[in-house]
Structures are given as structure tokens and as C-alpha cells.
């Protein structure tokens, strides 16, 4: 098993491109995640989704879009890159049909918007 | 809103104890926690729920104070692999659409020196 993985690994951009990042699990969970981790703000989230089929805001949603295309592949979109949105992007994914469960992370995509 | 961790570093030698505690102004549902290291993904402690109920996979200890809406995380005999940044989750709904939907702390930083 892979587990959670994320692509890419790094990325810079320019104001005002746009990108996708890639996350996919192995894992058959049903809720996969979308956070955003900045020095000293801890863990933030952006969207989440828990069923394939569904998407939902989380913390700090602005700026932002995903889409939940399987059950396996959640994917998080930058129509606009701002340099705001340098950060670090984690995905994660749980199995909790029935109550919280552990989640588990993907490396992180680290971006930076110049 | 986002709960609070203290203290926000921690040093000490091998061997030795240390808590990290995590208060929120709301009732909670349950608290995660979790530890990462740096550049690298965070990794799942320990759940303690509502009532009791706890899940984890590592000779961690925590408790969970309903009532005060607190919880503390309690590393005995440290180690230097102890050595990362603690977070804790709150979930302050049992469920609306997902169990995973977690508010972070800000932190706590531990170095275990030999």
C-alpha cells in the first residue's frame, strides 16, 4: 500500500497562474482532506469531502477549489495563485463512516507564489 | 474557533516527563492528537472521545476533560524521538458531515536532549 500520495513534491508560481494538486489513497477511505500549514498557524483546512461525490468548505476555503473525482483521488485547484497561498499542502484521508478515526497524511506539496 | 496549546515549547533531557495541554472554548466532541517532525507529514497519537472511549497506537498517555473542555497529553520517560511539534484537533460536532472535520491548535514544540 502507498498509502496517501501527493504530486507534485515542490512548485513555485506566478501570481496569477493556476495549478492542481494531485492527492489519491489506497486505502478505500470514504473522507479525504485538504489542509494548508503556515509557520506557526498550525493545521488549517480548506475543504473537505466525505463521500466520493460530495465536497465541503472547511476553515479557510477562499481562493481555492476541489473536486472529489473517485472515491481514491481528491484533487485541489489554484485558479488564481496569490502569493497568500505560499504554503505547505497536505491531503489526508480517514475511514469514518462510523465515528472519528485516525487520519493519514500524504509528504506534502510545499508552494511557493512569487 | 481554534483551541490553545500550552506551552508552546518544551525542552528536556531523556528520561524526563513532560505534559501539553489543549483548551478550547467549545464543547467538544472529541480531541486528536498528533505529532510531526520537521518536513515531514504529521503522524495520528491518539483520539479521545466524548464518554471515554480512546483510540491510539502508541504508548502515549492523554486525558480528556469534558467538562472543562480540555485535554492533556502526558510523555513519560522521554525519548529523542520524542522530539517534534504536538497538535492537538478539536471536533466540536459529533459528526454534521464528517468526523474529520478538526480544528488545530497552534503547536507545542518538544526537543529531548540527550
Known amino acids: 500500500n502507498a498509502g496517501v500520495t501527493q504530486t507534485p513534491k515542490f512548485q513555485v508560481l506566478k501570481t496569477g497562474q493556476s495549478m492542481t494538486l494531485q492527492c489519491a489513497q489506497d486505502?478505500?477511505?470514504?473522507?479525504m482532506y485538504w489542509y494548508r500549514q503556515d509557520p506557526g498557524m498550525g493545521l488549517r483546512l480548506i475543504y473537505y469531502?466525505?463521500?466520493?461525490?460530495?465536497?465541503d468548505k472547511g476553515e479557510v476555503p477562499n481562493g481555492y477549489n476541489v473536486s472529489r473525482l473517485n472515491k481514491r483521488e481528491f484533487s485541489l485547484r489554484l485558479e488564481s495563485a496569490a502569493p497568500s497561498q505560499t504554503s505547505v499542502y497536505f491531503c489526508?484521508?480517514?475511514?469514518?463512516?462510523?465515528?472519528?478515526?485516525?487520519?493519514?497524511f500524504g509528504p506534502g506539496t510545499r508552494l511557493t507564489v512569487l | 474557533q481554534q483551541p490553545v496549546q500550552s506551552p508552546q515549547a518544551v525542552i528536556l533531557r531523556e528520561g524526563e516527563d513532560a505534559v501539553i495541554n489543549c483548551s478550547s472554548s467549545?464543547?467538544?466532541?472529541?480531541v486528536h492528537w498528533y505529532r510531526q517532525k520537521h518536513g515531514e507529514a504529521p503522524v495520528f497519537l491518539m483520539i479521545?472521545?466524548?464518554?471515554?472511549e480512546q483510540k491510539g497506537h502508541e504508548k502515549i498517555s492523554a486525558s480528556f476533560n469534558e467538562k472543562k473542555q480540555q485535554s492533556s497529553l502526558y510523555l513519560t520517560a522521554s525519548q529523542l524521538s520524542y522530539s517534534g511539534t504536538y497538535f492537538c484537533g478539536s471536533l466540536d460536532n459529533a459528526g454534521g458531515t464528517s468526523y474529520g472535520k478538526l480544528t488545530f491548535g497552534q503547536g507545542t514544540i518538544l526537543t529531548v536532549h540527550p
Open positions: 469531502s466525505a463521500s466520493e461525490g460530495t465536497t
Open positions: 486505502m478505500n477511505h470514504n473522507s
Open positions: 467549545k464543547a467538544l466532541y472529541s
Open positions: 489526508a484521508s480517514t475511514f469514518d463512516a462510523s465515528g472519528p478515526n485516525e487520519q493519514f
Open positions: 479521545l472521545l466524548k464518554g471515554g
